[in-house]
């Protein structure tokens, strides 16, 4: 199986911060990583997929890059609404799996 | 719009049975693969199982293999989940998903849930 590993797994920023998120895969996964936020007691929402592609409706201050086993998910400028728990996910084959998690909190 | 409304979740003993729907619509349910998502308390997201647009092909992860059978009915536009010989380890907010599209595809909307809890 694939192993997926976030860091940090607690990150504290204030409003305006540019924020970084590393997923980092066991073995290559080419482009096949997602990243989604997930709010408390709330469904995981799709944010970027095939490593830096814009899903719909995400705002353009989230983006994605990276290629093989190294991936980061950036916040240019941390909004209120931003403070969450984002995973990456690689689906690059089956089982797919999900790093452990990256919490947002206030600083 | 997309939805995805899960049912189905509750309690039940260790070694019991159940089974989770999740109706959909808002989109041509019999074009795209499913999945099935798990989240146990406090801790991060577990991928369960997959299943392909026509049901003719699954997947699932090692720790239900045996156990948890993925179905859909695309006459009624539900996906499913049976779950036997349940453990205490299966207890976790079950959502389902649906995929972006053909070839290798993330999940692209999730149900709000619905919360399994195994315990005597």
């Known amino acids: 199986d694939i192993q997926m590993t976030q860091s940090p797994s607690t990150l504290s920023a204030s409003v305006g911060d540019r924020v970084t998120i590393t997923c980092r895969a066991s073995?290559?996964?080419?482009?096949?990583l997602a990243w989604y936020q997930q709010k408390p007691g709330k469904a995981p929402k799709l944010l970027i997929f095939k490593a830096s592609t814009l899903q719909s409706g995400v705002p353009s201050r989230f983006s994605g890059s990276g290629s093989g086993t190294e991936f980061t998910l950036t916040i240019s400028s941390l909004q209120p609404d931003d403070f969450a728990t984002y995973h990456c996910?690689?689906?690059?084959?089956?089982?797919?799996?999900f790093g452990q998690g990256t919490k947002v909190e206030t600083k | 719009e997309v939805q995805l409304l899960e049912s189905g979740g509750g309690l039940v003993q260790p070694g019991g049975s159940l089974r989770l729907s999740c109706a959909a619509s808002?989109?041509?349910?019999?074009?795209?693969?499913m999945s099935w998502v798990r989240q146990a308390p406090g801790k991060g997201l577990e991928w369960v199982s997959t299943l392909s647009s026509t049901g003719g092909s699954t997947y699932y992860a090692d720790s239900v293999k045996g156990r948890l059978t993925i179905s859909r009915d695309n006459s009624k536009n539900t996906l499913y989940l049976q779950m036997n010989s349940l453990r205490a380890e299966d207890t976790a907010v079950y959502y389902c998903?649906?995929?972006?599209?053909?070839?290798?595809?993330?999940?692209?909307?999730w149900g709000q849930g619905t919360l399994v809890t195994v315990s005597s």
């Open positions: 998903a649906k995929d972006y599209g053909s070839g290798p595809t993330p999940c692209e909307y």
């Open positions: 808002g989109f041509t349910f019999s074009a795209y693969a």
């Open positions: 996910q690689q689906y690059n084959s089956y089982p797919w799996t």
């Open positions: 073995q290559s996964i080419g482009s096949w």
